[in-house]
Structures are given as structure tokens and as C-alpha cells.
């Protein structure tokens, strides 16, 4: 189980780390290269500038006049373009194309200068610009690449040693998680009987109802943490049993109709028949007791509880909702914490685990559990099981 949390936390902590370096050198590789592309268009405009003020022999470029009226053009080539006429033409008709007035076209960029008697085009030849920025932009992805290559085999030879302190720290809780259940289990099985006999001594009396209730409170608690840590520790290693989810629901509502029929409140279900699973039965049997105790604990007097079974694919998805009073929206995605309790558990028994379980429950059989309230007056529990 150790080395199974160890090899997950692993994973994680490689792959997070390695999306924030991805997305660190993307971030970089991409405003360098717009850097180096601004640069080379910024020069390469300044010469056009200067070539439609002043022409310059020392440049390597060529004109396309454009007669709108006549629908002719006129090529003047004074420096050598290492284009024909037919050459010229095709790219001026692919900057006239552009709605832009300056671009490239090829390794030539390109200005339009609209004149009374038509429109210029200047081609300015940068072939040896561009080749320049597609080489260091390359050197630049391979660079990266190989960072990024480096930084994942580092990773991963650091994460053991990074994660080792978490898994520890987390074997020692449920240790003492363990270890504490066992030390209470005595002490509080000799309260309640000698409270127990202490009652048939001396008659009902309030306060040692209120140590048995206390009593009582311990040991479910107890009992919880530890089918939490159970729960998690069988996480990926799960007992793979075939058994009906049909039948375990249908055996849980029958044991909550009584309580939810006292209350007056109604119960509304739909169980998709022959839903079958393999997966750990007692450990699902907990999370159907536990969603249907919330739901009927926090639904209020005559309020409404609707219990839905279904399949879809290999998805086994147990949904249940109820009214409830004074729901805190924000407080919702804290409902699956350790010992959470919100505005509404106020008065009502409990120690804020069994979502928590639930959770769990759901995550060992490669599942999850959501917590929403479709509205200001209702609470949904969606969980779904692989």
C-alpha cells in the first residue's frame, strides 16, 4: 500500500511539475520568437519606408504599379528580384489579395502606396532574414525540447526522495489513527457498561444519559476513522467481488422508509434493476448508508428525498437528493472534508465523516464523488462507481 501511494504521488508531483516547465518554456519560446519576428518586420518596414521615399541601389527589391482603370500592371525591377515578369506579377496579385498594407509574401515584404494614378507595390527581398529567424527559432524548440527532456529524467529521479516525507507522515497518521481506535475501544466499552450498570442502580438519570450518548458518539467516530483509513488504504487494490447494487440499495431504503415515513417525508426512487459491480460490496453497502443517512438527517420535516440508481457504460452512478434549509453555497465544495460540518448540521448528531468516507469509497473503486445544489433549497449527491 506504501509503495503504491508512493508511486501515485510520484506521477502527480512529475506530471504537475512538468506542465508548469511546459507551460514556462511555451510561454517563453512563444515571446521570444515574436520578439525576433517584430525585430526582423520592424527593419524590414524601415527599409520600405526609406525605398518609398529615397530608391536605393544597394537593396534588393522590385515594384508592381497597378492600374485600376486599364486593369494592367507595370513591373519595374532597378535590382535583380530573381523573379520574371509573370514571377512579379503573381506575387503582387497575392498582396492585392491581402487586405493589409504591408505583409510577406514568400521571403519578400511587402508595401502598398496608393498613388493618383493607381497603387505601388514594393517587394523588399528578405530571404536571408527570414532563414535566419526559422533557424534560431529552431535552435530555440530544440533547446527547449531538450530542457524539457533534462528536467523530466531529473524529476523523476528527485520525486522519490521530494514525496517520501508525505507518504510518511501520512502511514503515521493512519497508524495512529489505528493505534488510537484500539487504545479507546477499552476504555469506552467499560464506560458504557459501568454507566450501564450504574443506571440499573440508581434509576434513569440525565446525566448518565448524556455519558452514554457521549459514549456512544466516541465510538461511532472512532469506528469511522477508521473505515476511512481502511477505505484509502485499499485504494487501487480493491477485493474484486461481483455483487448486485440493485439489490443493495433496495436493502438500504427499505431500512430508512420507517424513519423517513415518521418525519412525513416523502421518498422518491428509481433503481435501474440487475446493476451489477465488482468491487468491495461492504465498502459500497457503507457509501449507499451513508448518502441516504445524510440525505434523510438534513432533509427537514416533510421535505423530499429522491434516491436514483443507473448504468451507463461501465459507470455505476448513485444520485441522491433532499430539500434542506439554509444551504451556504460556498461552504458545498467543503462537505467532503474530515470532520466538515456546515450551518445546517447545527443540533443534529454526527462528526462530519461520512462524506468523507463516502469519497473515499468512491475513489477505491476508480470513481468520484460530487457534491451540488441545482438550487437555493436542495442538495444532490452524485456518485459514480468503475
Known amino acids: 500500500m506504501k509503495n503504491d501511494l508512493k508511486k501515485k504521488l510520484r506521477a502527480r508531483f512529475v506530471l504537475l511539475a512538468l506542465a508548469a516547465l511546459l507551460i514556462l ?7 521570444s520568437a515574436l520578439y525576433s519576428y517584430r525585430d526582423m518586420t520592424k527593419k524590414a518596414d524601415m527599409m ?8 536605393d541601389s544597394n537593396a534588393r527589391y522590385f515594384t508592381v504599379k497597378v492600374d485600376p482603370k486599364n486593369k494592367t500592371m507595370k513591373v519595374s525591377a532597378p535590382q535583380s528580384s530573381g523573379f520574371d515578369r509573370d514571377g512579379c506579377v503573381r506575387m503582387a496579385k497575392l498582396a492585392l489579395s491581402a487586405e493589409s498594407e504591408r505583409g510577406y509574401c514568400e521571403d519578400f515584404r511587402y508595401l502598398k502606396i496608393k498613388e493618383p494614378d493607381g497603387l505601388k507595390i514594393i517587394f523588399l527581398y528578405r530571404g536571408l532574414s527570414m532563414e535566419s529567424y526559422r533557424a534560431s527559432v529552431r535552435s530555440l524548440a530544440v533547446f527547449s525540447a531538450a530542457g524539457f527532456a533534462v528536467a523530466a529524467v531529473v524529476l523523476t ?13 501520512r502511514e503515521k497518521q493512519k497508524e495512529f489513527i489505528t493505534s488510537a481506535s484500539h487504545e ?3 476504555p469506552l466499552t467499560v464506560i458504557s457498561a459501568d454507566a450501564q450498570l450504574l443506571g440499573e442502580e440508581i434509576g434513569k438519570n440525565e446525566w448518565l444519559d448524556d455519558i452514554k450518548k457521549q459514549v456512544a458518539h466516541l465510538t461511532k467516530m472512532t469506528e469511522n476513522l477508521v473505515l476511512l483509513s481502511r477505505a484509502e488504504e485499499l485504494s487501487g487494490s480493491l477485493p474484486k467481488e461481483a455483487f448486485s447494487v440493485s439489490q443493495a440499495c433496495e436493502e438500504a431504503l427499505f431500512g430508512q422508509r420507517a424513519r423517513i415515513e415518521a418525519d412525513s417525508k416523502t421518498l422518491e426512487t428509481d433503481i435501474e434493476e440487475n446493476v451489477f459491480l465488482e468491487g468491495d460490496e461492504k465498502a459500497v453497502r457503507q457509501l449507499i448508508s451513508v448518502l441516504l443517512d445524510n440525505a434523510v438527517k438534513y432533509c427537514p420535516e416533510k421535505g423530499e428525498i429522491s434516491f436514483k440508481l443507473s448504468k451507463k457504460r461501465r459507470d455505476v452512478i448513485i444520485t441522491v437528493a433532499n430539500t434542506a434549509e439554509n444551504i451556504d453555497r460556498a461552504q458545498i465544495p467543503s462537505y467532503k472534508e474530515r470532520f466538515f460540518r456546515g450551518r445546517t448540521s447545527d443540533g443534529k448528531p454526527g462528526s462530519g465523516l461520512g462524506l468523507s468516507i463516502a469519497d473515499a469509497v468512491a475513489k ?3 470513481g468520484a464523488l460530487t457534491v451540488t445544489s441545482p438550487d437555493e433549497n436542495t442538495v444532490r449527491v452524485e456518485c459514480i462507481l468503475r
Open 25 to 31: 518554456e511555451s510561454g517563453i519560446f512563444a515571446l
Open 48 to 55: 520600405l519606408d526609406s525605398i518609398a521615399k529615397t530608391p
Open 157 to 169: 529521479l528527485l520525486s522519490g526522495a521530494i514525496v517520501s516525507p508525505i507518504v510518511k507522515n
Open 184 to 186: 479507546l475501544k477499552t
Open 364 to 366: 477505491q473503486h476508480n
